[in-house]
């Protein structure tokens, strides 16, 4: 259906009216005049998709009448709708449609839809884009640019709602995306551009009011100014965000599972190894200091929290001593599980002298580790028993691939 001021519908608001009555299919309303002026909220409730769209990018502007739209936004969609090659437009000037709470450009309210924006430019809203169901959300190559709030806002009180954005840039919106309600969501966030102003945020993750099922947030891009990418905590030892994926994004560290020990100085605490030949977990009381990104640490025993399987790389170093012989064979290695059959990285420590500690360090490569896989480090005697050692220093680092 063309809608243009020489067809047989000249506003946007006649063609859905006459689709709300003969609607036997899905359709396209194909905008092809400049400008259509929006003086009241076009609720989009219909039996069958609606795709609207321009004659190609930046011809046609959706424009809000500030006055009538006061405290209303543009769009009400409760059904499947597609928004194309579209420029949106809160009016201008200093009373603009948008500065105030409900002016928003586009809100999706209805259960289990299927939407999406690609090619548009969305200038000066309060919510550019509210998303307050579980509606699924597909937002492509995109521009958004000065929310008073939010540029894209999620906030459903149904579960299940889908969020994938990809190519699409936020502009001096005070929050790019917000993520502020839902529970057992999909999230994607990928290639996109965060260009903050000094005190806005890029990506904000609420979560005590907000759970996933699938968060990616990937190739992102970052001015360095506000913040970034907040809310997430991968140091819990709940492991409460442990699924969500930050990685490859400009202006921040990947969030990659890894943590690191380090022992100082322990001078007091032992490990008896009893059994020649026999692998003993060792004991150096607490560590001197840690740091986590979803692993769980336990002084000698780190836990794997993530539900996705990597391989990881393990480097650790430091120096021990037979603290009642001289010239021993000490093994020191990781094991996985507390099963002493899966042993990695074992390297011998030749100690000379009584009670001196002897510098060692290893690598150790593990495939496929799993959630709840644990390692701990463990030492054996191949030369006598009844010994006793003691970790001095220590240095353990884990990462993943």
Same mark, same amino acid.
């Given at each position: ?11 946007? *608001? ?10 036997? !299919? @899905? ?10 002026? #929006? ?31 006061? &405290?209303? @936004? ?33 809100? $999706? ?32 190559? /995109?521009?958004? !640019? ?29 929050? &790019? ?39 990616? #947030?990937? =190739? ?11 809310? %997430?905590? %991968? ?8 699924? *969500? ?5 400009? =202006?921040?560290?990947?969030?990659? @599972?890894?943590? $690191? ?15 020649? +030949? ?6 150096? =009381?607490?560590? /001197?200091?840690?740091? /986590? ?9 780190? /836990? ?10 393990? %480097? ?21 599980? &507390? ?17 001196? @500690? ?13 959630? +709840? ?15 006793? #050692?003691?970790? !001095?220093?220590? !240095? ?6």
């Amino acid at each position: 259906m063309d809608v243009n001021a020489e067809g047989s519908w000249t506003t946007i *608001a006649e063609a859905i009216a006459f689709l709300e009555e003969h609607m036997a !299919q @899905p359709m396209i309303l194909r905008l092809g005049d400049e400008e259509y002026v #929006i003086d009241e909220t076009i609720i989009i409730d219909l039996p069958y998709s609606l795709t609207i769209q321009g004659l190609s990018y930046s011809t046609s502007s959706i424009v809000a009448d500030t006055t009538a739209l006061s &405290g209303k @936004p543009m769009f009400r969609c409760k059904t499947d709708c597609y928004f194309k090659m579209l420029g949106f437009n809160d009016g201008g000037g200093s009373g603009d449609h948008g500065n105030s709470s409900g002016e928003d450009a586009i809100r $999706f309210l209805g259960e289990d839809t299927y939407n999406e924006i690609k090619d548009c430019t969305f200038d000066g809203f309060y919510n550019t884009i509210t998303d307050s169901s579980n509606a699924e959300l597909w937002v492509f190559e /995109t521009d958004i !640019q000065n929310a008073t709030l939010n540029g894209i806002l999620l906030h459903s009180a149904t579960a299940g709602a889908i969020l994938k954005v990809a190519e699409t840039d936020f502009i001096d919106c005070t929050h &790019g995306v917000n993520l502020d309600k839902g529970s057992s969501t999909t999230i994607q966030l990928a290639s996109g551009g965060y260009y903050n102003g000094s005190s806005d945020s890029a990506i904000t993750y609420h979560p005590y009011t907000f759970s996933f099922t699938n968060m990616a #947030i990937t =190739g992102n891009s970052w001015n360095n100014e506000g913040s970034y990418i907040s809310g %997430f905590d %991968f140091t819990r030892t709940d492991g409460r965000d442990k699924n *969500a994926t930050l990685e490859s994004n400009a =202006g921040m560290a990947d969030q990659k @599972p890894n943590c $690191f020990i380090n022992v100082l100085d322990n001078t007091a605490t032992t490990t008896t190894l009893t059994t020649i +030949n026999t692998y003993y977990k060792v004991n150096w =009381g607490s560590n /001197t200091s840690s740091e /986590t990104c979803k692993w769980t640490i336990n002084n000698n025993k780190i /836990t794997y929290q993530p539900t996705n399987k990597r391989n990881v790389v393990i %480097f650790v170093s430091g120096n021990l001593s037979v603290v009642n012989a001289s010239n021993q064979n000490i093994n020191v290695c990781i094991v996985k599980n &507390g099963n002493t059959a899966n042993k990695y990285g074992t390297t011998t420590l030749r100690t000379l002298t009584s009670n001196q @500690p002897f510098q060692f360090s290893f690598i150790a490569y593990i495939e496929n580790v799993s959630q +709840n896989d644990y390692f701990e480090i463990f030492s054996s005697n191949t030369s006598a028993s009844n010994y006793t #050692i003691k970790m !001095q220093d220590l !240095q353990w680092f884990t990462n993943t691939q």
